[in-house]
């Protein structure tokens, strides 16, 4: 959900790291590294350079059109879900809303912002009650579970590749009276439709925040295409920097959000997904400032301090109490650096991008 190219231990100045994961450097001077680290990012990545910056994104489309669908699926997931879900509920919002909120006003408390985005994606992506609607990558079934109670007669799908996940989205459509919402599990990579459901297609998919974990985006594209009807729209939600795209990968003993939070993930430019449109077309495309997901990780943070003194026996559960502490430090750090990324010059650098793709008509022909 962010991007910080910090040493792991093993590198030269470890020592760093192993005193703000043990909690012993103030947030303040954290986040100020974080800072620094990212205006070194820039540079790196040949920001204010634009034919190095051309250069290096045609060589990174060229490399995902060579690439696999996603690569480590089962790594990201147990990065983000190894935890179980009374983690979550202890820090997000009341929707589970694991990705970035809408803070239109600037006041909103995080459950507001959580309902504001899901009203911003229902307008954006133009969905009607009688809808079949696929939630591609449905995480914790915020929106899914939203759509279903908002669309009484839609047939709401949920695509998830942990089981785990899928239990708990049932279970509360269930305490909700929620008949309407059908849950699947599956790898993106491999997955196809069977039964019933491959029959007739969606009228709408959704996809938030599941683009970032992806690499082929021609081969994604096309496979989503191929569930949607003649007249579909795909609508996808995802972080991005305003010019730049590049891989997370942990490279000469760096890259510690890479190793901890984000292996195999693309940062993606506001731009990239405009080179795969083999099997879509772009219909219109909106940015959202990255101040709303500096506040949204914000708010995750104090719910998370808040909820420190219960949540520290599920930790020791989960990691082992020689590594509880440090675990806690880890997250704590991961959503400062998710404030610091999204909030870098006054949330203009990285921020959010919205699509919205119709299904192109010679597709599959």
């Known amino acids: 959900m962010s991007d910080l190219t910090v040493p792991q231990r093993a590198a030269p100045d470890g020592w760093l790291i192993d005193l703000c994961e043990r909690g012993r450097i103030p947030d303040a ?5 974080m800072r620094q680290l990212l205006k070194s990012r820039l540079a790196d990545e040949s920001a204010g350079d634009g034919e190095a910056r051309s250069l290096r994104l045609n060589r990174l489309v060229d490399e995902l059109r060579a690439s696999p669908i996603a690569i480590d699926t089962h790594a990201a997931n147990a990065q983000h879900y190894e935890l179980p879900a009374a983690f979550f509920h202890a820090h997000l919002g009341p929707h589970l809303k694991y990705s970035c909120c809408l803070y239109r006003e600037g006041s909103e408390t995080l459950a507001e912002a959580e309902r504001a985005m ?22 914790w079934g915020s929106l899914a ?3 279903a109670a908002r669309y009484p007669n ?21 305490e909700r009276g929620l008949s309407n919402l059908r849950v699947l599990t599956g790898d993106i990579v491999d997955f ?45 939600h995802v972080f991005a920097h305003r010019t730049l795209a590049y891989h997370f990968e942990v490279k000469d003993g760096r890259d510690w959000m890479s190793k901890y939070f984000f292996t195999g993930g693309t940062m993606p430019s506001e731009s990239l997904l405009l080179y795969f449109q083999d099997d879509v077309a772009i219909e219109r495309q909106w ?32 990691y082992g109490p020689a590594d509880a502490a440090r675990w806690f430090q880890r997250w704590r750090m991961f959503y400062m ?29």
């Open 29 to 33: 001077l954290v986040r100020f590294g």
């Open 118 to 139: 899901f009203e911003e994606y229902a307008a954006r992506a133009e969905l009607a009650d009688g809808q079949r609607i696929l939630d591609l990558g449905c995480g």
């Open 145 to 147: 579970l939203w759509l």
């Open 154 to 174: 839609a047939e709401i799908v949920g695509l998830s590749n942990s089981r785990g996940q899928r239990e708990f989205i049932e279970a509360r459509a269930v």
């Open 192 to 236: 196809e439709f069977g039964g019933t459901l491959a029959v007739g297609g969606f009228d709408r998919v959704l996809s938030v925040e599941m683009f970032e974990h992806m690499k082929n985006y021609r081969l994604l594209l096309r496979k989503i295409a191929g569930w949607m009807r003649v007249d579909a729209k795909l609508f996808v």
């Open 287 to 318: 940015w959202v400032s990255g101040t709303h997901y500096e506040r949204t990780a914000n708010d995750w943070l104090s719910n998370l301090d808040a909820a420190r003194s219960r949540l520290m026996p599920l930790f020791t559960d989960t």
């Open 337 to 365: 650096a998710v404030a610091e990324l999204f909030g870098y010059a006054g949330g203009a650098e990285w921020g959010v991008a919205h699509y919205l793709f119709t299904r192109r008509q010679t597709a599959f022909i």
